[in-house]
Structure formats: C-alpha cells, structure tokens
C-alpha cells in the first residue's frame, strides 16, 4: 500500500495506482475507501476498464447489485474481448442482464 500512495503522491493521475490501491482496500474489506480509490482512477480516465471491472466486484461483495451491474456495464463498453470480460458476462447473467452496447 505504501508504494501504491507514494506513487500517487508523486504523480496524481497514475491511474493504475489508484487501481491497485482500491484493490487492496478492497482485500482489507475497506469497501468505502476502495470505492473512493477506483473513482479516482475512473475521473483520470473514464474508459479505464480494469478500474470498472474491480470497482463492479467491490459494490458486488457490498452487495450494491445496482452500481456493481453499471460498472460490469461499463467496463464491457471498453473491453468486450478481455481476460475479464467472461467473468463480467457471467455476472451480468446471474442477474439475467443480456449485454448490449447502447
């Protein structure tokens, strides 16, 4: 963690540490602080999907079906062929949510 923010304290927008940082919050069951940490990675870059994806599986574990189906929505929007793209898919399933791209 302390890499991840000492990262971030030299360059704001290192997206991917922002990412990480969520991520780890997230393992912490930190879920507030994760959900903080990938919207910022998100407000940097908007299309970044991997902060989608992880940012879906953290409302999923709090149990936000709503906001974890836009952000599993959102990340297919920028990677529909990915290395998560099927676990996306399967979660959209579970909820009987076809995707398509609007």
Do not use: V
């Amino acid at each position: 963690m302390e890499r991840y923010l000492s990262a971030i304290e030299h360059d704001p927008e290192y997206l991917e540490s922002w990412t990480q940082i969520g991520c780890l919050y997230t393992e912490l069951r930190k879920f507030n602080q994760a959900i903080e940490a990938f919207d910022e990675a998100i407000a940097i870059h908007p299309a970044y999907a991997e902060a989608h994806l992880q940012k879906a599986e953290t409302l999923y574990q709090m149990q936000d079906s709503a906001g974890a189906i836009h952000e599993w929505q959102k990340y297919l929007e920028y990677d529909e062929r990915g290395p998560w793209a099927e676990l996306a898919f399967q979660r959209l399933e579970q909820f009987g949510i076809e995707f398509s791209e609007e």
